[in-house]
């Protein structure tokens, strides 16, 4: 089954990218921004074939995605530091939210039936009441972050 992972250099897309590594049949491909060269842990990515390109692209993107016609993609790009965010609005929400809708239209285009998992956060809740607790995915968005309001955002997109 052929894979794509986006944002495959974070956090979560390293550990994602080892795991898959270790199931048979998998064929691996990653998006990025950058290389994966000047990575600290080149040997994860061995079993990758990378794909240089911003999510913002969406020419870019659609052009990756009609060579790889990935079954499924693990969507995991974005800019996900809530600190960050607050000193950058407006890139947070550009490169979460449209980041996405440009991944779905580029899917829509080129007519993929493709499985899109969508990483979220409980940056989402935000404001969560005492009641509320535990947290379950009925509570209500209360984002306090520019961070938190992409996700919600990213959360409602994909619904």
């Given at each position: 089954?052929?894979?794509?992972?986006?944002?495959?250099?974070?956090?979560?897309?390293?550990?994602?990218?080892?795991?898959?590594?270790?199931?048979?049949?998998?064929?691996?491909?990653?998006?990025?921004?950058?290389?994966?060269?000047?990575?600290?842990?080149?040997?994860?990515?061995?079993?990758?074939?990378?794909?240089p390109c911003d999510i913002l692209e969406p020419k870019a993107l659609e052009k990756v995605l009609r060579k790889v016609r990935p079954k499924r993609i693990f969507h995991l790009a974005a800019?996900?530091?809530?600190?960050?965010?607050?000193?950058?609005?407006?890139?947070?929400?550009?490169?979460?939210?449209?980041?996405?809708?440009?991944?779905?239209?580029?899917?829509?285009?080129?007519?993929?039936?493709?499985?899109?998992?969508?990483?979220?956060?409980?940056?989402?809740?935000?404001?969560?009441?005492?009641?509320?607790?535990?947290?379950?995915?009925?509570?209500?968005?209360?984002?306090?972050?520019?961070?938190?309001?992409?996700?919600?955002?990213?959360?409602?997109?994909?619904?």
């Amino acid at each position: 089954m052929r894979v794509l992972v986006t944002g495959i250099r974070g956090f979560t897309g390293r550990h994602l990218v080892e795991f898959l590594s270790s199931k048979k049949g998998v064929e691996l491909h990653g998006l990025g921004r950058s290389s994966l060269k000047n990575h600290p842990q080149p040997n994860i990515f061995k079993r990758v074939t990378f794909h240089p390109c911003d999510i913002l692209e969406p020419k870019a993107l659609e052009k990756v995605l009609r060579k790889v016609r990935p079954k499924r993609i693990f969507h995991l790009a974005a800019q996900s530091h809530v600190f960050t965010s607050w000193q950058n609005p407006k890139d947070t929400l550009n490169t979460n939210i449209f980041g996405q809708l440009n991944l779905f239209e580029a899917v829509r285009c080129c007519r993929l039936r493709s499985k899109i998992h969508i990483a979220s956060s409980s940056e989402v809740y935000g404001s969560v009441l005492p009641h509320e607790i535990p947290v379950k995915e009925t509570t209500l968005f209360r984002p306090l972050s520019p961070y938190g309001v992409s996700k919600a955002a990213q959360d409602l997109l994909a619904y």
